[in-house]
């Protein structure tokens, strides 16, 4: 069965996206074959692309999608050819029109929810759910308490935004303009910091009192490191979940003592999905928020398939506020 496929021959820039036709077999035990509805695009994709996470070549991008499940290998017992479905998943290969694939990270998705939705969610909702319920600093958090995440009007931030609002946290988010700050509040943030007219990590003094937040969730890397440790409380927890800036620089074990006996941690998502059940549990909590509209899923641009560059070009020039999907 011949299907559309991007791949890249080697790591570059866009160029190096290429929509080729592929060949999908029929699903082995543990696996699945699903019909892409919408794909969703995150910025994992350009570090797959670029190089910085390297995969074997030739490789096929994308982590997350949403459509219909058409076959199921042996062994797969919680979908059955017809569901609707979506995930956030290892190996890459989203971008695709359809893809067989391992079963475990596959859900089925509420009919209440959109394919389009589903696609533009999994990867960075799931993110957001592991951050505010299981990345946590001493002695966990509490209704008041302050965060600060960066990024706060991309798509894992304004997810973030509404999350820590509906358990009750004060979120400062920072973001790259005054429009994109204003999205922020009007998203579930507490405050928010242009952080290219102002020091955030100063604002952030300012606003919790001399204090610091208790944990900063940062996936901008080199540009904001020193920034996040100036900005936490003592005993207060830096997770440092992606680099959008450029790798985090090696800093001195020291500097933890010297910032307040402070913690820092570098998570990544598919630790936290590594089995079926561990998904599942997370996925139903992202479903119900999403369900029940304590948060809502802001898709700025669709693109179609065959537009997989100018969608790169895009993400990286931060010209998309939310999420974006791909349309098959």
Not at 86 to 109: F, I
Not at 114 to 135: C, I, W
Request: charged letters at 20%; a neutral charge.
């Amino acid at each position: 069965m011949k299907e559309k496929a991007v791949v890249i021959d080697a790591p570059g820039g866009p160029e190096q996206l290429k929509l080729v036709d592929v060949d999908v077999g029929a699903p082995g035990p543990g696996e699945i074959r699903i019909r892409h509805e919408a794909c969703g695009l995150n910025y994992i994709d350009v570090y797959h692309r670029n190089g910085s996470y390297p995969l074997p070549l030739p490789a096929r991008l994308g982590m997350e999608g949403a459509g219909v499940v058409e076959a199921v290998g042996e062994g797969v017992n919680h979908l059955k050819p017809g569901d609707r479905a979506a995930y956030a998943s290892q190996p890459p290969g989203a971008y695709a029109t359809a893809r067989v694939m391992p079963a475990k990270c596959v859900l089925k998705l509420p009919d209440e929810i959109s394919f389009e939705t589903g696609a533009a969610m999994m990867l960075k909702g799931l993110t957001v759910q592991y951050l505010l319920r299981k990345t946590l600093p001493q002695g966990g958090l509490q209704a008041g308490d302050f965060v600060l995440f960066h990024a706060a009007a991309g798509g894992v931030g304004l997810i973030a935004c509404q999350w820590a609002r509906a358990l009750g946290l004060q979120l400062i988010g920072t973001a790259g303009s005054a429009e994109k700050c204003q999205l922020v509040l009007e998203n579930g943030a507490t405050h928010a910091i242009n952080y290219r007219g102002e020091d955030f990590a100063a604002r952030v003094r300012d606003i919790t009192g001399g204090r610091g937040v208790k944990v900063v969730y940062d996936s901008v890397g080199a540009d904001t490191w020193e920034g996040s440790l100036n900005s936490l409380a003592p005993f207060g927890l830096l997770a440092s979940f992606g680099a959008a800036s450029g790798p985090v620089p090696p800093f001195s074990v020291g500097t933890l003592a010297a910032k307040g006996s402070v913690y820092v941690t570098r998570p990544t998502l598919f630790t936290h999905i590594a089995t079926h059940e561990a998904t599942q549990a997370m996925g139903d909590d992202l479903f119900e928020m999403v369900a029940s509209g304590q948060v809502g899923i802001r898709i700025d641009k669709r693109y179609a398939l065959a537009d997989v560059a100018e969608a790169h070009r895009d993400l990286e020039a931060r010209r998309l506020v939310g999420s974006a999907v791909l349309l098959p």
